[in-house]
């Protein structure tokens, strides 16, 4: 960014029917003055004529007839605005569950979005349905409004409910920054400025949120991905390639991959309108020519040669269905992904998801509004990375070639893994076992060493990426254990690795294998009656779900040390990410690997927003809570 350029936040309100989402635009843009006197007075005159005590601002937004004479918004509108400090885009995005389609479209290029919750009626399922696709998108910050407080007499009381019943159900979700702020968009308080009718929050207005949210941080600038729009080749002695940056960064003379050929060059020079650039970086629009004659078109993809995308032509997603005609297994849809479009079709319904609950629910169809897991496979390969990584190349749309029209936006996941990836618990796998092999029932049971020990046996399953803690608060928490003389076992995976695990490596299989005998392992500590905590990335979901397996119900705890990958490599402890980005090391999780963050883990520690020593604390209360110890903190 130049310096004295302001930067840009895109942000989406949304909520329920009626929770004040235009009025709130309407009076960020009215206190911003970025509004004409004229539309003003147009709307107070129909504010007026309608019979309203206040101005009603909502006006501004509600630009269809349709929205005037119902009193609601079926549209997504757009708006811009700007602060001495910063530019804004908005999108209101509709409240009624009809238009589920329209709040995903609005959301999608999002950099924070805000929830209106109607103190009135508190959390509601609309309200959920959409932290919930906030979640599934990945915007990063989320801003929980209550608004409307003027008619609940400004009741703190009020406004601490509704943000215990939000924060219960957002604990499910994966948002990383949550801020609630009790606001009144009619009247203003704690929209621009800090209200006195409210004295008993000593949080910021929104508009401040709003200012000094850092995005920069959320944009993937690993990853060099550059979707090729257009071949450009205005005379002889230049061939260019026209496109958009969408994520990572570029300089001159780096060797880059073209994909799907493979062929490799260098970077000869990136140009725009005012000439020459000796880096790019996403979200710049370029023309990048290379240092040789290699065949590029539109749809390929250009990028840095030991940085590569997943390149497959079956992948799981996430699906949110846009269409009046449900899906079909039957159907063939075009699938447009970055630049490139390609026929594909849905080949299995992992699960659907009741958005109020957050259970999966198997399904043979998608309908209107519907969101869940399934497989597609496509006719030519895709060049992409799981969503959560980089929502540019882990995000698509399919269209139905007979009408035109989008039916479904999707989040990609991962490349589906099947049955035959992995060893059931009810398979045999004779390289490992034999009959002549006989299971001895324990020794001294379990219950007495239990008793012996003064609590009961546990396993701490520690997930997350590389530094993001894990170790450290699984140390200091074994810390506190012992000294409560409690019988513990760390397992952590660089000790491992070390020994048990010293012949495997970390490809797919070896990582598998490597999860496999950690969980062997924890399960021979459990059955002797001791407390124990493993430490370990264990990016998959079905490796986790598959030790999980060997322990009682309410025995094994999944703990998510949830920090975002930019913050991890800021942190980089052991300087393994410098490595990973340099080519020293590969299969590396989040830069060559994707992570597979829990789908519902048993607890959330997220190590961004707190310390190890609250972390810590929140596990101590946690294990009381489950009567595995006494007498900690």
Wanted: charged residues 25%; glycine residues 6%; aromatic residues 8%.
């Amino acid at each position: 960014m130049y310096s004295g350029e302001k930067s840009l936040l895109r942000f989406t309100t949304t909520g329920s029917v009626d929770d004040g989402k235009s009025t709130l635009i309407g009076r960020l843009l009215y206190e911003t003055k970025s509004i004409y006197e004229d539309q003003y007075e147009a709307i107070r005159k129909t504010s007026e004529r309608k019979g309203f005590k206040d101005v009603d601002l909502a006006y501004l937004l509600d630009g269809l007839a349709a929205e005037r004479e119902q009193g609601i918004t079926i549209d997504v509108a757009y708006r811009y605005f700007e602060t001495p400090k910063r530019k804004f885009i908005i999108a209101d995005t509709p409240g009624h569950v009809q238009y589920t389609r329209n709040m995903v479209t609005g959301a999608s290029k999002a950099d924070c979005a805000i929830i209106l919750i109607d103190a009135r009626n508190g959390v509601l399922t609309q309200s959920k349905r959409h932290g919930f696709i906030i979640s599934l998108l990945q915007i990063p910050h989320l801003i929980v409004a209550v608004n409307k407080m003027d008619l609940v007499d400004y009741s703190q009381k009020v406004f601490n409910e509704i943000v215990e019943a939000y924060e219960s159900y957002s604990e499910k979700l994966d948002i990383h920054d949550i801020m609630y702020i009790p606001v009144s968009a009619l009247k203003g308080d704690n929209v621009v400025g800090k209200s006195p009718n409210m004295p008993w929050y000593d949080g910021p207005a929104l508009l401040y949120r709003l200012e000094n949210i850092h995005v920069s941080a959320d944009r993937n600038l690993v990853d060099f991905r550059f979707p090729v729009s257009y071949v450009i080749r205005p005379h002889l002695d230049f061939r260019g390639f026209a496109g958009k940056i969408v994520s990572g960064t570029i300089t001159p003379g780096e060797e880059v991959v073209i994909l799907p050929s493979g062929k490799t060059s260098a970077v000869k020079s990136i140009t725009t309108y005012d000439g020459d650039l000796p880096q790019a970086f996403v979200p710049q629009s370029v023309v990048v020519s290379l240092a040789d004659e290699v065949d590029v078109s539109r749809g390929d993809m250009i990028v840095r040669k030991k940085n590569l995308p997943q390149i497959e032509k079956s992948l799981e997603a996430i699906l949110c269905w846009m269409d009046d005609k449900p899906l079909s297994l039957a159907d063939f849809y075009i699938l447009k992904h970055t630049t490139r479009s390609v026929k594909a079709s849905v080949t299995r319904i992992v699960y659907k998801i009741d958005v109020d609950t957050l259970h999966r629910r198997p399904a043979d169809t998608f309908l209107l509004n519907d969101i869940g897991r399934v497989e597609i496979q496509t006719a030519q390969p895709l060049f992409f990375d799981p969503y959560k990584i980089n929502h540019a190349t882990g995000s698509f749309i399919l269209i139905d070639p007979l009408s035109n029209h989008t039916v479904a936006a999707g989040m990609i996941r991962d490349v589906p893994r099947h049955i035959e990836d992995y060893r059931d618990d009810s398979e045999t796998d004779p390289a490992r076992t034999s009959p002549h092999v006989i299971r001895r029932d324990l020794n001294i049971p379990q219950a007495l060493r239990e008793k012996q020990n003064g609590h009961r046996a546990c396993v701490l399953w520690f997930t997350g990426l590389s530094g993001s803690g894990k170790s450290t608060i699984a140390m200091e928490l074994e810390r506190r254990l012992f000294a409560a003389n409690c019988h513990t076992i760390l397992l952590d995976g660089d000790h491992l690795r070390h020994g048990l695990c010293s012949d495997l490596g970390f490809a797919p299989a070896d990582r598998k294998e490597n999860i496999r005998r950690a969980g062997e392992a924890a399960k021979l500590f459990f059955e002797q009656g001791n407390i124990v905590l493993c430490t370990f990335i264990s990016p998959f979901r079905q490796d986790r779900a598959s030790v999980r397996r060997l322990f009682p119900e309410g025995r094994f705890f999944e703990i998510y040390i949830r920090c975002d990958v930019s913050e991890c490599l800021k942190r980089d402890p052991h300087g393994l990410y410098k490595k990973a980005l340099t080519g020293t090391i590969s299969d590396f999780t989040a830069i060559h690997s994707p992570y597979e963050a829990p789908d519902r883990p048993d607890l959330i520690l997220d190590t961004e927003k707190s310390g190890p020593e609250a972390c810590v604390a929140e596990l101590e209360r946690y294990l009381a809570d489950w009567k595995m110890v006494d007498g900690l903190s």
